[in-house]
C-alpha cells in the first residue's frame, strides 16, 4: 500500500456526474497524476468495485469516496466525510472544513479541506473558507492538506502558495474544452 507521500500536487478525480470515470482516471494516469479519488455517488457498490479494479494496480493511488466496503475489497483507500464514522481499518483521508475538524481526524493520512472557493460540483456545499484559513490548517495539521473546492487556473498559484501538499479539481478539469491541457496546467 502506498504512503502519504503519494500525496502531493495534482490530486485527480474521476467523478461520474462529469462523464466516464474509468477514462478520466485513464487520462488523469496519462498525464502522471499519482492520486485519483472515484467519486461516482448513486453507484452500487458492485458497479463501482467493477470499475475499481478495471482500473488496475499500476497506476496512480486509487481511492474510493465513502465506500469502506468497496475499498478494502479492491485493495484502495477511502476518502470519508466529517460524518462518516469511525476509523476505517485502512488507509484514509477525512474531509475538514475547520481547525476545530483538526481534532476529529483520528488517523487519516491526509486531510482534504474546503471548499476553499466557491464550487459548483457538489449539492449543500459549505461557504467558502478561503485561502486565509487554508494556510491556518496546513500549519496546524499533523498530516498532509489536500485543498478543494472551486480550484481552477486562475487560483491556483494562490492555493500552492499556502503550502498545500495538493489540489483536488474537478470541473475546471472536466467542465474544460481540453481537459489534458488543463491537466497538464494544474499539475
Known amino acids: 500500500m502506498a504512503t502519504t507521500s503519494a500525496v502531493g500536487g495534482l490530486y485527480g478525480m474521476a467523478d ?8 478520466q482516471y485513464h487520462l488523469l494516469a496519462a498525464e502522471g497524476v499519482s492520486v485519483v479519488q472515484f467519486r461516482c455517488k448513486g453507484w452500487t457498490d458492485e458497479k463501482l468495485f467493477e470499475l475499481v479494479c478495471e482500473a488496475g494496480t ?31 481499518p485502512l488507509p484514509f483521508g477525512r474531509s475538514t472544513h475547520s481547525l476545530r475538524d ?16 466557491a ?40 492555493v500552492r502558495q499556502t503550502g498545500v501538499a495538493a489540489w483536488a479539481v474537478i470541473g475546471a ?8 491541457a488543463t491537466i497538464r496546467a494544474l499539475r
Open 58 to 88: 499500476d497506476g496512480p493511488l486509487r481511492v474510493v469516496n465513502d465506500r469502506i466496503p468497496v475499498a478494502g475489497a479492491a485493495g484502495c483507500w477511502v476518502h470519508l466525510g466529517q460524518e462518516d464514522g469511525a476509523d476505517p
Open 119 to 158: 464550487s459548483t460540483t457538489k449539492a449543500g456545499v459549505r461557504a467558502p473558507r478561503g485561502l486565509e484559513l487554508l494556510a491556518e490548517v496546513v500549519r496546524q495539521s499533523p498530516v498532509p492538506v489536500v485543498a478543494i473546492g472551486g480550484i481552477d487556473l486562475s487560483n491556483i498559484d494562490a
Open 173 to 180: 478539469i472536466w467542465g474544460s474544452a481540453d481537459p489534458r
Open 16 to 23: 461520474a456526474s462529469w462523464g466516464d470515470p474509468l477514462a
Open 102 to 117: 483538526l481534532a476529529k481526524i483520528g488517523s487519516a493520512a491526509y486531510i482534504g479541506f474546503g471548499p476553499v472557493f
